[in-house]
């Protein structure tokens, strides 16, 4: 597809719903008793895809869009799937599937697609498995076998939320209490979640303390727009001369806004207005206008603040004077591609002057940068950062694959093209 250039990027635009909370939204409702309303919701092919998954384990789930009905089952009142349960190209389903799954009194398989396939399990059936868990494969297919589970007392070897929530999830069916340690604070929406739903969860720092529930009690989820997908319109409106994006009901939960602060220390033009809490989830109305970004150094416990936006971030960063340098952030490697490899490899094709490195990458800003024929490799994160990257650079550019946007954010190019 070629990327059509717009002439200005200027308007007012709400995102879909975030896609973490959608994810645990379905999943905490249909282990609650009662009826979880979702609004907001994203109906995007990673949450339909958990969507599919609780169906098939006797869950009614009734999805209109952005509207969800969950009829939760209770705790203990999954079914066996009859099939295998497939997990698309979600890395949030399969990882938390396997915290919920390897307490339930039957087995299952879970697979996804070919690349799930290639992102390694070992880090959440490895902690699962010291609780008592059997778990067959480190990648999938994952063939789960029902156990009893026991607390564990738990030091994360990585910063990752999914190898958190999914033990968090399986201390929920444990024999005593669990304890989970964090290297560095990751996204807390199960947290948040769990404690709504009256679940005997605690946490002191960068330690979470969670005991067993017999009851979950459901309540209403309204989903902010993800601040992931409103990550390509702040770094489109900095750059973009002349451009003013109002991003309306923005997710602002503090695990999430690495992007801002990042922006912001690069001299961009950002503000975060009429902020309100739901359920402990802030949500604000975002407003970007361009500027003339400087490089700066990203690393440390920013990172799993921003993991998901640094390939947009190296779009920004192509565009800002001096030397940025990425770094802590080898967990891009293991994401739906190499996200490292991949930055680097497509934007070196529009003569973009970037370093891949072990743990991230060095980007000398400011140079001139033409179209390209790009890959996305599948990713949407890189389909919709190298559609910003095409808009700036001079001329035309392709990509060979822009469907899978659609895991996150299934109208993005309606929304991009709507600013011009
Ligand atoms: O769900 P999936 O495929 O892992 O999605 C990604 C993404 O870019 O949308 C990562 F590839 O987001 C993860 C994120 O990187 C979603 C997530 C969550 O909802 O808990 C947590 C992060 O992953 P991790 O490995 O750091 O826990």
Do not use: W
């Not at 799930?116 to 067959?136: F, S, Y």
């Not at 947009?312 to 800002?320: E, G, P």
């Amino acid at each position: 597809m070629e990327i059509k250039k717009i002439k200005r990027a200027r308007g007012v635009l709400t995102v879909p719903g975030d896609k973490s909370i959608s994810h645990r939204a379905v999943m905490l409702g249909s282990l609650a008793d009662g009826v979880t309303e979702i609004t907001g919701f994203l109906p995007g092919a990673d949450c339909l895809s958990t969507i599919d998954c609780f169906r098939s384990m006797g869950v009614e789930i009734d999805e209109r869009g952005d509207r969800v009905t969950v009829r939760g089952n209770g705790t203990r009142g999954l079914s066996k799937p009859e099939k295998t349960l497939y997990t698309g190209n979600s890395g949030t389903t399969t990882r938390l599937l396997c915290g919920i799954l390897s307490a339930q009194p039957f087995d299952t398989e879970i697979t996804g697609d070919a690349s799930i396939c290639k992102r390694p399990m070992g880090r959440v059936t490895k902690p699962l498995a010291l609780m008592g868990a059997n778990i067959e494969n480190e990648y999938c297919p994952l063939y789960i076998h029902g156990s009893r589970l026991h607390g564990i007392d738990y030091k994360m070897p990585v910063a990752s939320a999914q190898v958190k929530t999914a033990i968090i999830l399986a201390g929920l069916y444990a024999e005593g209490e669990t304890i989970v340690r964090e290297i560095e604070k990751s996204r807390n929406h199960t947290e948040l979640m769990l404690g709504a739903m009256g679940a005997d969860i605690s946490v002191d720092g960068l330690d979470i303390t969670v005991k067993p529930a017999d009851k979950l009690s459901a309540v209403n989820v309204v989903v902010p727009g993800d601040i992931s997908s409103a990550a390509f319109f702040m770094v489109l409106g900095s750059i973009m001369p002349n451009s003013e994006i109002t991003i309306k009901n923005v997710g602002t939960n503090p695990t999430r806004t690495g992007i801002i602060d990042v922006l912001k220390d690069m001299g961009a033009d950002i503000t975060v207005e009429n902020e309100r809490v739901s359920a402990g989830e802030s949500a604000a109305d975002i407003t970007v206008r361009s500027s003339s970004l400087r490089a700066v150094t990203i690393g440390g416990d920013i990172i799993p603040r921003l993991i998901d936006e640094l390939p947009i971030i190296a779009v920004a960063a192509v565009f800002a004077e001096g030397k940025t340098v990425i770094k802590d952030a080898q967990e891009l490697k293991v994401k739906e591609t190499n996200r490292i490899r991949a930055v680097v490899d497509e934007f070196k094709k529009c003569g973009a002057d970037i370093t891949e490195t072990d743990d991230g990458m060095i980007i000398n800003g400011d140079k001139p940068v033409h179209g390209a024929d790009f890959k996305t490799y599948g990713d949407h994160r890189m389909a919709m950062s190298l559609t910003v990257l095409s808009q700036l650079a001079d001329g035309v550019s392709t990509l060979d694959d822009e469907t899978c946007a659609r895991v996150s954010y299934p109208s993005f190019f309606d929304d991009f093209y709507s600013l011009g």
